[in-house]
């Protein structure tokens, strides 16, 4: 393990939480912290701003910090499964939800909310939708997806008309209270509370899982180790069109440190108390605690059958009778005495743990998943198998709290400054158990790398297959795959592209269908990584404006009879550009139907922006042809990809039609020539530089005849200057070395990212040139005033508002609302910067 980077606070004594506090924080499978801190008033000590910052871990400076409106300290933050919403709740029972403003990352606000009056709240989760999936490490050589992540047969929490699972949250409170709040569809909230037992009692820790059947399970503790672990069903149903729990008593344990008489007073209080994850409610995990030291056990439940009196094991059996069974908890797996626990980790890769897997990952040293993270007072780290407890990584948080700016000498050299010792007060692992982060007792952020082999050593082909492997869960789960990247190296990534791609390809043509822009926006992050690959990022992110694009404008057309034939028109039209090779563009036009084209003229005037943007692509694409040599350039994976080729030329036939409804909506070109007919060129060499590459097994090289005419593009019309994606100022590819960097919340940072001196010419920007509207495919001027909003992965910016009211262009615009073409997330940008 290695530090990343470490993002602090520029006013420590002004905004110090107080020690004391418990901070609290949480990741989202979409690459969003959130955490918590408490403010000192200046004027009156007493006084704390109970604050929640949610930040994207690309761009740890850009923090987003809410006054939360809690009136006691925030004990629990939960995201939901699709990582878009979170659960905040406090010491006053009060539970709030929040969501983000116009989809943006650093925009939220609370929308919905409950309380349990004065009641603390110790436990929360959101209700289980019923998906999940298990990780085959056996299958990881498979060449079928579904054979490494298989979906395991899961019932949600609660279910509405037609199974479709019902949303909602859950929570314990401190006097052994449990309360559901369930989300109607009409967007009204049912909540309803329920004590756990007759008997209530004081639960101190407490924990919420699910099992298969639909059922919930909580785990509570009274904090006192000598005192038993309860553990309870809870089933919760809409009953009249109220919310109904019931809830019942299950086997409990006692913690084995208490018996041993060697410890029996040694650890008095129970600290922490987990299940090993949120779908397996039969094994937990206990620490028990000092003031000097802590002891961790893992203890699973088990059937186990129930033994017979002797007076009745000589009577005869009935036939087909069983032994009577029971469940019991037992002990799995215990710690030798610690150091003094302050945080624990729970994998969140749901790794299958079968015995074949289990042995297949420990043969292939494979660890994402296997371990969990104990951070102990001294401010060290140490990775834990999560079910033999052994040791199996340790992180000195020595050098963690001097991190080295850039220009500054190494940390070991410097003066260490005395104080309290730094350590992390709140620990969690991102979705692959890649990243580990922590938000130490000053209030840090430290964002730390965990080595797939946990520092094994390892040929780089089983590190490539690691990777591989884990960036192929991410494209199946929509998982972010940001902790993934920052284990690749720049001389992995033309690997893992092509085997990526390989991988992708053997799927099934459906799985591939809903795979396509996934596959693309991971090969595009991937590429950013590398100088020498970053072209190769453009013409990714290329392909996914022309794949939307293309689906946006097919989507216009409209069958000329009302009895829809089998085909679509957009079908129809492909298939028709696929079996016609001519390279004149009328006489592949006359064998459409025409009348399917036929729009009205404000909406072809609407979309000329988009349709420039395929027009200048074609000619800059062609007009490039004869400069793609030793030195990559952008358009370089489009000369050999024959989809992506005939994608164009299908663009170009509509474009040509409607040119004929509306000449306006053309493409302009500027010619050296007034007769030039721009476009009957232009499809005239695409289609011979498909026909090169349209059989991929077996693609061609250009000839030479070809070549020469592109070359004579260029004094034939003016190619234009494409504007590609602007620099991301993003954190990724600034973290391949070894030595941490140090951040400030508020201020971005700014360090090269790739070798500056290799930095290719497609990412400079000049200092007057025009900023571009990436998907409207529009100059905002060189100094833009219109609000802005960029991607959290890609850099993409566009406009926050629609400066056009059409239906097309309203139907383009809202595919984009929630995400970007890469599928990241939008975050709002100062004017200046867009």
């Known amino acids: 393990m290695d530090i990343a980077y470490v993002c602090e606070w520029e006013k420590r004594p002004k905004s110090n939480h107080c020690p004391s506090i418990p901070l609290v924080c949480a990741w989202s499978c979409r690459n969003l912290l959130a955490f918590t801190t408490d403010l000192k008033n200046e004027e009156e000590e007493k006084d704390l701003t109970h604050m929640i910052?949610?930040?994207?871990?690309?761009?740890?400076?850009?923090?987003?910090?809410?006054?939360?409106?809690?009136?006691?300290?925030?004990?629990?933050?939960?995201?939901?499964?699709?990582?878009?919403?979170?659960?905040?709740?406090?010491?006053?029972?009060?539970?709030?939800?929040?969501?983000?403003?116009?989809?943006?990352?650093?925009?939220?606000?609370?929308?919905?909310?409950?309380?349990?009056?004065?009641?603390?709240?110790?436990?929360?989760?959101?209700?289980?939708?019923?998906?999940?999936?298990?990780?085959?490490?056996?299958?990881?050589?498979?060449?079928?997806?579904?054979?490494?992540?298989?979906?395991?047969?899961?019932?949600?929490?609660?279910?509405?008309?037609?199974?479709?699972?019902?949303?909602?949250?859950?929570?314990?409170?401190?006097?052994?209270?449990?309360?559901?709040?369930?989300?109607?569809?009409?967007?009204?909230?049912?909540?309803?509370?329920?004590?756990?037992?007759?008997?209530?009692?004081?639960?101190?820790?407490?924990?919420?899982?699910?099992?298969?059947?639909?059922?919930?399970?909580?785990?509570?503790t009274?904090?006192?180790?000598?005192?038993?672990?309860?553990?309870?069903?809870?089933?919760?149903?809409?009953?009249?069109?109220?919310?109904?729990?019931?809830?019942?008593?299950?086997?409990?344990?006692?913690?084995?440190?208490?018996?041993?008489?060697?410890?029996?007073?040694?650890?008095?209080?129970?600290?922490?108390?987990?299940?090993?994850?949120?779908?397996?409610?039969?094994?937990?995990?206990?620490?028990?605690?000092?003031?000097?030291g802590s002891i961790v056990?893992?203890?699973?439940?088990?059937?186990?059958?129930?033994?017979?009196?002797?007076?009745?094991?000589?009577?005869?059996?009935?036939?087909?009778?069983?032994?009577?069974?029971?469940?019991?908890?037992?002990?799995?797996?215990?710690?030798?005495?610690?150091?003094?626990?302050?945080?624990?980790?729970?994998?969140?890769?749901?790794?299958?743990?079968?015995?074949?897997?289990?042995?297949?990952?420990?043969?292939?040293?494979?660890?994402?998943?296997?371990?969990?993270?104990?951070?102990?007072?001294?401010?060290?780290?140490?990775?834990?198998?999560?079910?033999?407890?052994?040791?199996?990584?340790?992180?000195?948080?020595?050098?963690?709290?001097?991190?080295?700016?850039?220009?500054?000498?190494?940390?070991?050299?410097?003066?260490?400054?005395?104080?309290?010792?730094?350590?992390?007060?709140?620990?969690?692992?991102?979705?692959?158990?890649?990243?580990?982060?922590?938000?130490?007792?000053?209030?840090?952020?430290?964002?730390?790398?965990?080595?797939?082999?946990?520092?094994?050593?390892?040929?780089?082909?089983?590190?490539?297959?690691?990777?591989?492997?884990?960036?192929?869960?991410?494209?199946?789960?929509?998982?972010?795959?940001?902790?993934?990247?920052?284990?690749?190296?720049?001389?992995?990534?033309?690997n893992l592209v092509e085997k990526l791609h390989e991988e992708y390809m053997r799927q099934n043509q459906a799985l591939q269908q809903v795979l396509s822009t996934r596959v693309v926006a991971m090969k595009a992050s991937l590429c950013?990584?590398?100088?020498?690959?970053?072209?190769?990022?453009?013409?990714?992110?290329?392909?996914?404006?022309?794949?939307?694009?293309?689906?946006?404008?097919?989507?216009?057309l409209r069958p000329h009879l009302l009895n829809t034939p089998d085909k679509s028109p957009g079908d129809r039209l492909a298939e028709i550009c696929a079996k016609n090779t001519d390279t004149d563009i009328d006489k592949v036009m006359i064998n459409l139907k025409t009348e399917e084209f036929v729009l009205d003229a404000s909406t072809l005037q609407s979309l000329q922006q988009l349709i420039q943007w395929v027009g200048d692509f074609v000619l800059y694409l062609l007009a490039n042809l004869p400069n793609q040599g030793s030195i990559v350039r952008p358009g370089f994976g489009f000369l050999r990809d024959g989809a992506s080729l005939g994608l164009l030329r299908e663009m170009m036939v509509v474009i040509r039609i409607w040119g004929l409804l509306k000449p306006g909506c053309?493409?302009?070109?500027?010619?050296?020539?007034?007769?030039?007919?721009?476009?009957?060129l232009l499809f005239r060499l695409l289609t011979k530089l498909w026909l090169c590459s349209r059989d991929e097994s077996h693609p061609q090289e250009p000839d030479e005849p070809l070549i020469d005419e592109c070359c004579l593009l260029p004094s034939q019309l003016l190619v234009p200057a494409m504007d590609w994606l602007p620099v991301s100022d993003g954190i990724i590819c600034k973290l391949q070395g070894k030595h941490p960097l140090r951040l400030q919340f508020g201020k971005p940072y700014s360090l090269p990212g790739l070798n500056s001196g290799t930095q290719v010419e497609i990412f400079t920007r000049t200092p007057g040139s025009q900023r571009m509207d990436n998907l409207r495919c529009l100059h905002m001027g060189v100094c833009p005033t219109e609000d802005s909003k960029a991607c959290t992965r890609c850099g993409c910016v566009t406009m926050l508002r629609s400066p056009n009211k059409t239906t097309a262009v309203k139907q383009w615009e809202q595919r984009w609302i929630k995400n970007c073409l890469c599928g990241g997330l939008w975050r709002r940008i100062p004017t200046t910067v867009s």
């Open 53 to 220: 910052h949610i930040i994207d871990s690309e761009h740890p400076w850009d923090v987003y910090s809410i006054n939360s409106g809690h009136t006691e300290v925030i004990s629990c933050l939960e995201w939901d499964q699709s990582g878009s919403r979170l659960l905040s709740a406090d010491g006053d029972g009060q539970i709030k939800c929040w969501a983000m403003t116009e989809h943006l990352v650093n925009s939220w606000e609370s929308t919905l909310g409950s309380a349990v009056e004065g009641d603390p709240i110790v436990a929360l989760s959101w209700l289980h939708n019923g998906v999940k999936l298990a990780l085959h490490v056996e299958k990881s050589g498979s060449t079928n997806f579904g054979e490494k992540f298989s979906r395991v047969k899961f019932s949600p929490s609660l279910t509405l008309f037609g199974g479709k699972p019902m949303e909602g949250w859950m929570a314990v409170t401190v006097s052994g209270l449990v309360t559901v709040s369930l989300l109607k569809p009409n967007g009204a909230l049912l909540t309803a509370s329920e004590s756990l037992c007759r008997l209530r009692g004081r639960v101190a820790l407490a924990d919420i899982a699910f099992t298969g059947g639909g059922n919930i399970v909580v785990a509570a």
């Open 528 to 556: 950013k990584l590398s100088s020498a690959t970053a072209p190769r990022a453009c013409d990714f992110h290329a392909k996914l404006l022309l794949i939307a694009i293309s689906s946006t404008l097919k989507s216009l």
């Open 297 to 494: 056990e893992c203890w699973s439940l088990r059937k186990e059958g129930l033994p017979v009196n002797n007076i009745f094991q000589h009577r005869s059996p009935v036939v087909g009778e069983k032994q009577p069974m029971i469940l019991k908890w037992r002990i799995l797996s215990a710690t030798n005495d610690l150091d003094r626990v302050s945080a624990v980790a729970l994998p969140k890769l749901p790794i299958s743990i079968s015995n074949t897997d289990l042995k297949v990952a420990s043969d292939t040293k494979f660890c994402p998943g296997l371990g969990l993270a104990l951070a102990f007072h001294d401010g060290s780290i140490h990775i834990l198998h999560r079910l033999s407890l052994h040791t199996m990584g340790v992180f000195y948080g020595s050098s963690s709290s001097n991190p080295q700016r850039v220009g500054e000498e190494p940390a070991l050299k410097r003066q260490r400054g005395g104080g309290p010792t730094t350590h992390f007060k709140a620990l969690q692992f991102s979705c692959t158990s890649l990243a580990l982060v922590g938000v130490d007792n000053h209030g840090k952020l430290h964002m730390l790398r965990v080595s797939p082999s946990m520092g094994q050593m390892l040929d780089i082909n089983t590190l490539l297959r690691h990777l591989l492997f884990l960036l192929e869960y991410c494209m199946v789960t929509g998982y972010d795959w940001w902790d993934v990247l920052l284990h690749v190296q720049p001389n992995m990534v033309h």
């Open 222 to 292: 009274d904090g006192s180790s000598s005192a038993p672990v309860q553990f309870y069903k809870v089933c919760v149903s809409v009953v009249n069109e109220k919310c109904r729990i019931d809830t019942e008593l299950l086997p409990s344990l006692f913690m084995r440190c208490t018996t041993d008489p060697a410890r029996k007073d040694k650890y008095p209080a129970v600290t922490h108390l987990k299940f090993l994850t949120r779908e397996n409610s039969e094994q937990v995990l206990l620490c028990a605690s000092s003031q000097l």
């Open 666 to 680: 053309l493409p302009i070109y500027t010619a050296t020539s007034d007769n030039q007919d721009s476009m009957f």
